[in-house]
């Protein structure tokens, strides 16, 4: 009677195990595990050629991982370079700057009398034109200031990005060289995630004209004109934002101190248009901002930027700037361009 139950426990364990695995190489692995039969030797050494396979695969992947965190570290992330003996500007650390964000703030202290500073940019692998600028907004009692390296000013792409900081001094010069490297690591990706972004909106459709020029993707998701080069476009879902409640929505967007003014609805409720002065930094920005509710399109034109604004002044400013809404001559050119998407 013992023997039979043995026989009929053997069968039964069996039939389970066909049941519910798959190959017969697992079968026997499981009738194995319960000292019902024993495997083959061949067998045996099949698995753990395999699983020395596993790990040689997953020594090779580590490997490669570390290979390309070396060549990482062999292209420097950014380089400061002095071109003349005598420097009249010190420049801040850029180690924690993430150059893929695509707006890096390059910013410095004088440590003389500087009358004017000339910024010469190139990126012999990008499409962006070499750029020479003078700092119109800096002035000879400046102590500091800063240069906005951003991909929207067509002054930052991936590549080798090298600015010339030229630095007048009376009759004395100074000169420059900063680097900065944006590793095409991310590219694939920004990418999908632009085409993702604006699926429903293909610079196609988007209008083009000769006093705007062409719409460009920007890396960020983002979308501006070749001619308003402080303008960005994108898809932001706000469809309950209004004037109503713009300052409890433009709190969580903004995250520091801020304030709006002209809040205007566009015809047929379709959207609203306002002017936001708002502080980054030592610096305020001041914008106009546009929504279009059934599109979800959000766009920023930046107007102005500048220093000597705090939390404790901001409102006074808002209120002079309000007052200078329609002497910013760009505005006819991105309201024209808002009117065209509108149609």
């Known amino acids: 009677m013992k023997k039979t139950i043995n026989i009929l426990l053997v069968m039964l364990i069996t039939f389970l195990l066909s049941s519910c695995v798959t190959s017969q190489t697992d079968v026997n692995q499981a009738k194995h595990e319960l000292w019902i ?58 180690t924690n700057e993430n150059f893929l964000d695509s707006e890096v703030e390059i910013k410095w202290k004088t440590l003389a009398i500087v009358d004017k500073i000339i910024v010469t940019f190139v990126n012999e692998t990008s499409d962006f034109p070499v750029d020479t600028y003078t700092l119109k907004q800096f002035s000879s009692w400046d102590e500091s200031f800063l240069y906005r390296a951003f991909s929207r000013y067509e002054t930052l792409d991936y590549g080798k990005n090298v600015y010339v900081f030229e630095a007048h001094s009376w009759v004395n010069v100074t000169k420059l060289q900063i680097i900065l490297n944006v590793i095409k690591e991310e590219e694939k990706e920004i990418s999908e995630k632009v085409e993702e972004i604006f699926e429903d909106v293909s610079l196609d459709t988007l209008p083009v004209s000769s006093t705007f020029w062409n719409p460009t993707y920007l890396w960020s998701g983002k979308v501006s004109y070749s001619d308003l080069k402080w303008l960005e476009i994108k898809r932001d879902v706000n469809s309950d934002l209004t004037c109503d409640n713009l300052t409890s929505i433009l709190a969580d967007k903004l995250n520091g101190w801020f304030f709006w003014n002209t809040c205007r609805p566009i015809e047929a409720d379709e959207g609203i248009s306002f002017f936001v002065i708002r502080l980054d930094g030592e610096d305020y920005i001041y914008e106009k901002h546009y929504y279009l509710s059934y599109e979800w399109i959000y766009w920023v034109q930046e107007l102005e930027t500048w220093t000597w604004v705090t939390a404790d002044n901001i409102w006074e400013k808002n209120s002079e700037l309000k007052e200078w809404n329609k002497d910013f001559s760009i505005l006819n050119v991105s309201d024209d361009l808002f009117i065209q998407i509108l149609k």
């Open 37 to 94: 039969i024993e495997l083959e030797e061949d067998t045996i050494d099949s698995w753990t050629n395999i699983d020395m396979e596993i790990e040689k695969a997953k020594d090779e992947i580590i490997q490669v991982d570390e290979m390309w965190e070396e060549k990482k570290e062999e292209i420097k992330k950014f380089e400061i370079i002095s071109l003349t003996d005598d420097q009249f500007l010190e420049f801040d650390d850029l």
